[in-house]
């Protein structure tokens, strides 16, 4: 069974609600195969329903993101876009009976994946880049980050702090090489983020923490967004783009801290 977690709260009602019941049409999806008396029509029937509410809460999402003026709305667009065409790779409508619990675990299971990545990855920014401005105090590692594990405290800082001196070099109207700084400090922050998420991981093994499955998956969804940051491919506007990944990063960074590394015990 696919749970909804406290995790996956992003703290918009209508866009929770709509998580939580895909979540459910996706569990009794992935049920009948189980029940002896299920029949094409029957699979067909909640296939078509779940497909259809997918479509619908995208939309109400993209609404939502359109409205507040969210920056990630034509990443979020792009996303769902790759979702539905998956989905629509299955021909439910011509659904044979020998077919169809492959196809139902199948895609069960793409759906929850999808759905479990998508939310930690990319809808948890919901509505976190409608102020464009930074405090001063944006790139400290303060106390209210601190989850009294010494090791994540201390590379956790690390992160903030490589951020912050890529943020000072894309600032840094007057200095020479630039592009070559920031693409090495860039590097920088990928191989040590790997690193952490490794670290962090290793320690919640160690102490068996029953949320590392739901870690895992937002660890994979920023490592994947940063394998993407490609200077070579933006040629205008670079440096609006590079302010609005530093903004993603540090947005996602101290909300992930926040929201679920404190929740792992010290051991």
Known sequence: MYRF???CIIGIKEIDEEHRRLFELINQVAELPKNSGTSRVMAKSLLMQLKEYAATHFAHEEAYMEQIGDMELERQKKEHAQFSGKVNSYNIEELKEEDSEQIIAELSAFMA?????????SDIMIGKFTNPEKTEDAFAFTD???TGITLVDDEHRRLFEIIKETNDVIEADLLHDKYDKIVYILEELKDYTV??????ERYMESIGYEGIEMQRIAHRAFVERLNEINLEDVDDNQKEYLEDLISFLLEWLTNHIMKMD???PVK
């Open 5 to 7: 977690t406290e995790d």
């Open 144 to 146: 209210k980050y601190k």
């Open 113 to 121: 994946k999808w759905l479990y990545h998508h939310i930690l990855g």
């Open 262 to 264: 404190k929740k792992i």
């Open 195 to 200: 690193m952490h998420f490794t670290d962090e």
